[in-house]
């Protein structure tokens, strides 16, 4: 799998599609790895250039001393960007990733067509709750977070029903970097971008599921009330909304990129 160097990690990413279609670009949550989009990659690869990522300190990419910054996590999708020598792309990030997306909107906007933020707030929890978190995964590695992560992330029929996607999920999280994970739980601490939406201009697809107790359509909400050229489109999913109801899921991304 191709890697390459974004500033002080090592970024591993994918590329799926034609290079000369439009560019879509995926970024993980907290927890997880690029592997979390398939469902996407494969609806969406057929008309455009997908492109997919693990987050510093996630999956195959490398995970420097922490602590992160919500910065460093916009400027690696940016460098990746200029690696694959794509100009333009359109985005879609989930949790983490959709703060991300908020972080680009609003500083490299020339960089972005539309940007989709899902399961996501413009600041995500408190800052004492992360810190603490980050100081746990230290100590005790990811299994504790791992072993109860389901229930955050999905609903509980959904996790009935679906075994080996919940268990494939919490497998990869709990084989994950410690460092890397607390690292990025740093990151959320003192991520708060909640005064700079009024000045995101590009046009951005608030997703919000309502079954979500991490991220509420409250959230969802707030945003959209405060970027001009926004829209939300409420799911009936929990946090992973992109793995729990795929269909609708796509369909409404495709919708807003292609509107």
Not at 39 to 47: N, R
């Amino acid at each position: 799998m191709p890697t390459f160097t974004s500033n002080d990690a090592q970024i591993n990413y994918q590329t799926f599609g034609d290079a000369t279609k439009p560019a879509l670009i995926f970024s993980n949550s907290l927890g997880t790895n690029f592997k979390m989009w398939q469902a996407q990659i494969d609806f969406f690869q057929q008309d455009f250039f997908v492109i997919c990522y693990d987050t510093r300190g996630h999956g195959a990419s490398s995970a420097p001393q922490g602590p992160y910054s919500i910065d460093q996590l916009g400027q690696d999708v940016v460098n990746l960007l200029d690696h694959l020598n794509v100009e333009k792309a359109a985005f879609c990030g989930i949790s983490m990733g959709g703060l991300t997306g908020q972080w680009l909107a609003i500083h490299r906007p020339e960089r972005f067509n539309q940007v989709v933020v899902c399961n996501t707030a413009a600041k995500i929890g408190q800052e004492q709750a992360w810190n603490d978190r980050a100081a746990l995964v230290r100590e005790q590695g990811l299994q504790p977070i791992a072993s109860t992560a389901a229930s955050r992330w999905f609903t509980e029929p959904f996790i009935q029903s679906n075994a080996t996607v919940v268990n494939n999920l919490q497998n990869d999280l709990a084989a994950g970097s410690a460092e890397g994970y607390a690292s990025c739980c740093e990151a959320l601490a003192k991520a708060d971008v909640r005064e700079q939406l009024k000045d995101i201009t590009v046009p951005v697809l608030v997703v919000a599921g309502q079954q979500d107790p991490v991220t509420t359509v409250v959230d969802g909400q707030f945003m959209v009330e405060r970027i001009a050229n926004s829209q939300l489109f409420e799911i009936n999913a929990s946090h992973i909304s992109n793995v729990e109801l795929p269909n609708e899921f796509n369909q409404a991304v495709k919708q807003f990129i292609q509107a």
